[in-house]
T-cell receptor, first 113, second 117 residues
């Protein structure tokens, strides 16, 4: 079965600074990888996804993620964080022919002035 | 287009009471998922329907939990009797594809926050 690890429970970043959120997955074949964002009191919204092809994926709100098969990683990045990016971020993995996504436990992003 | 609609948004009840959570998926989506979110366990899949048929209910914690999808536009998650450890946020999500991994996108509702005293 697949699994996802997000090693950082909380991260604090200054507004305007760059951001990288880590995600490692475990799966024997090529996974489908996703990042979701959850604002307080809201549901999850898809930021970006990777299925195949270019390993650098662009998403909404200026986010990008890079799939690195050798490291089993799919880290989320943003060059300049805005206060409105403060939220919880979830990495998820799905597989071809499998009907559900497995989510990591999330990383809470705090943005300081 | 309306998103996934869940009700109630907040529910406070006493131990032993029956709780019913409701979900209206996005029109045209044929897959529906119930997730539970807690601080300790994160997001857990409870049950998944495809074309109104339960496909995988292995995540349903115990017999106190039941879910139904009588038609393509409505699903319920029922807890009877409720216990304090059931306190969590329950999310409903829908997907246009039977294979969520193919499209990648689950569309989530805003959740129902349940507190059992």
């Amino acid at each position: 079965a697949q699994s996802v690890t997000q090693p950082d429970i909380h991260i604090t970043v200054s507004e305007g600074a760059s951001l990288e959120l880590r995600c490692n997955y475990s799966y024997g074949a090529t996974p489908y990888l996703f990042w979701y964002v959850q604002s307080p009191g809201q549901g999850l919204q898809l930021l970006l996804k990777y299925f195949s092809g270019d390993t650098l994926v662009q998403g909404i709100k200026g986010f990008e993620a890079e799939f690195k098969r050798s490291q089993s990683s799919f880290n989320l990045r943003k060059p300049s964080v805005h206060w409105s990016d403060a939220a919880e971020y979830f990495c998820a993995v799905g597989t071809s022919g499998y009907s559900t996504l497995t989510f990591g436990k999330g990383t809470m992003l705090l943005v300081s002035p | 287009d309306a998103g996934v609609i869940q009700s109630p948004r907040h529910e406070v009840t006493e131990m032993g009471q029956e709780v019913t959570l409701r979900c209206k998926p996005i029109s045209g989506h044929n897959s529906l998922f119930w997730y539970r979110q807690t601080m300790m366990r994160g997001l857990e899949l409870l049950i998944y329907f495809n074309n109104n048929v339960p496909i995988d209910d292995s995540g349903m914690p115990e017999d106190r939990f039941s879910a139904k999808m009588p038609n393509a536009s409505f699903s319920t998650l029922k807890i009877q009797p409720s216990e304090p450890r059931d306190s969590a946020v329950y999310f409903c999500a829908s997907s246009p594809s039977r294979l969520a991994g193919d499209t990648g996108e689950l569309f989530f509702g805003e959740g129902s926050r349940l507190t059992v005293l």
